[in-house]
């Protein structure tokens, strides 16, 4: 079965909807470890109320980006993970973490990219005046939420929209793209071609 870390910073509830989805069987992948730069995130209790491994590595123990990231890559090794899912880690990863993990690190971020990258992407499609947004996974690569797209979702925007229900709305559109994406991931059917991906069709039951 292959292993992921989930990486997180925050509340967790994109964590909850990979539990949630192993939970019921509709991913067949082992969480190996949940992983955060912050020791009061509350993704970490997540973790613990379902028995999953937890690391704590504060970032502000460490001199600089490279350091942090050489403990992390110590730590993440340690578990033989095959794919490390940033599921709202507030860290910018530097070339020495994503060339380690080369195409093996899957994000989600909470806009339509590649419109509004990097942070408040909801006040960010708020500002902008935008009619739709919603949020896409994809693969990490060195820019910030540029890697090649696995799954959008598209939801409204209205016009009594606040960053919070906005930002409510597209969570609920993250909590089912992420499992299925790692759902491609985990049955192999996501080919990397370029800054594309191909996604291959579900293998039929062998009789
Ligand atoms: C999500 O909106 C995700 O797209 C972004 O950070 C937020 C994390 O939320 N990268 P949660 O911690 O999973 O609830």
């Known amino acids: 079965m292959k292993k992921i870390a989930v990486l997180v910073s925050g509340g967790g509830s994109n964590l909850q909807s990979i539990i949630d989805a192993v939970e019921e069987g509709y991913l067949n992948i082992r969480i190996?470890?949940?992983?955060?730069?912050?020791?009061?995130?509350?993704?970490?209790s997540r973790a613990r109320d379902h028995g999953i491994p937890t690391e704590i590595v504060r970032h502000g123990d460490f001199e600089n980006r490279e350091s942090f990231e050489s403990k992390l890559i110590d730590v993440l090794d340690g578990y033989g993970v095959d794919l490390?899912?940033?599921?709202?880690?507030?860290?910018?990863?530097?070339p020495l973490f994503v060339g380690h993990y080369n195409q093996r690190i899957m994000n989600i971020h909470p806009a339509i990219l590649p419109s509004f990258p990097g942070t408040h992407a909801q006040k960010q499609a708020l500002d902008y005046g935008v009619r739709f947004?919603?949020?896409t996974t994809h693969f990490v690569d060195e820019g910030t939420d540029t890697g090649p797209i696995i799954i959008q979702a598209v939801v409204p925007v209205l016009p009594e929209d606040t960053e919070e229900s906005l930002g409510s709305r597209i969570l609920k559109e993250e909590h089912?793209?992420?499992?299925?994406s790692l759902k491609l991931?985990?049955?192999?059917?996501?080919?990397?071609?370029?800054?594309?991906?191909?996604?291959?069709?579900?293998?039929?039951l062998e009789a």
Request: some cysteine; glycine content about 8%.
């Open 176 to 180: 089912r793209i992420f499992p299925e």
């Open 84 to 94: 490390v899912v940033l599921a709202g880690f507030m860290r910018v990863l530097t």
């Open 32 to 44: 190996a470890v949940v992983l955060s730069n912050k020791e009061e995130a509350y993704g970490l």
């Open 133 to 135: 947004s919603g949020c």
């Open 185 to 204: 991931w985990s049955e192999d059917r996501l080919v990397i071609e370029g800054r594309k991906i191909r996604i291959l069709p579900e293998k039929p």
